[in-house]
T-cell receptor
Framework: AQSVTQLDSHVSVSEGTPVLLRCNYS??????LFWYVQHPNKGLQLLLK??????LVKGINGFEAEFKKSETSFHLTKPSAHMSDAAEYFC??????????FGTGTRLKVLA | DGGITQSPKYLFRKEGQNVTLSCEQN?????MYWYRQDPGQGLRLIYY???????QKGDIAEGYSVSREKKESFPLTVTSAQKNPTAFYLC??????????????FGAGTRLSVL
């Protein structure tokens, strides 16, 4: 069965320090993987997408994620956090067309 | 601007009432989806539609109904059978070809509360 686990429900970082949001997945096939961001009372916005072209995926707003098949991980990183990064982040695995499995989310808090 | 429009932004339901949430897209996407979001639970799929006049139940379809009469529109009705409807509802769409293949695009959501 396919699944996705976001290892931290809350992460706090200071402004200007690195961000690491962790995601592990389980899939029988080579899935597509996504990270989305959601600001309060808003819809989800795509940060980046992995589809096997390259293991290191660069997204918007300075975020990137590395696909590690041996570890079944797809962690999201950013070198330097900004106050505007405070939001909830969702890791999503798509094992096939029209199928999406969402993680439970990680709420990122950025401290001044 | 291309995108997905959900309305209303806030909706209140009385006991025993059916309410309908609107979702319209001008992205020319074939597939559309409805999700329910509760705190700490991520998104759960209610219904999805791959094409006009066809739709499938998701994981939590009980108490909800949908229609897909036009490609651009996928309204969701929360019926009186849904005993705990208070949640944030998100509509999404996707296309299964091209550079945007398999990427879901989301509306801004509708927050439903019970009076």
């Amino acid at each position: 069965a396919q699944s996705v686990t976001q290892l931290d429900s809350h992460v706090s970082v200071s402004e200007g320090t690195p961000v690491l949001l962790r995601c592990n997945y389980s899939s029988s096939y080579s899935p597509s993987l996504f990270w989305y961001v959601q600001h309060p009372n808003k819809g989800l916005q795509l940060l980046l997408k992995y589809t096997s072209a390259a293991t290191l995926v660069k997204g918007i707003n300075g975020f990137e994620a590395e696909f590690k098949k041996s570890e079944t991980s797809f962690h999201l990183t950013k070198p330097s956090a900004h106050m505007s990064d405070a939001a909830e982040y969702f890791c999503v695995v798509s094992p096939g067309t029209y199928k999406y499995i969402f993680g439970t989310g990680t709420r990122l808090k950025v401290l001044a | 601007d291309g995108g997905i429009t959900q309305s209303p932004k806030y909706l209140f339901r009385k006991e025993g009432q059916n309410v309908t949430l609107s979702c319209e897209q001008n992205l020319n996407h074939d597939a559309m989806y409805w999700y329910r979001q509760d705190p700490g639970q991520g998104l759960r799929l209610i219904y999805y539609s791959q094409i006009v006049n066809d739709f499938q139940k998701g994981d939590i379809a009980e108490g909800y109904s949908v229609s897909r009469e036009k490609k651009e529109s996928f309204p969701l009705t929360v019926t009186s059978a849904q005993k705990n409807p208070t949640a944030f509802y998100l509509c999404a769409s996707s296309i299964d070809q091209g550079l945007a293949k398999n990427i879901q695009y989301f509306g801004a959501g509708t927050r439903l509360s019970v009076l």
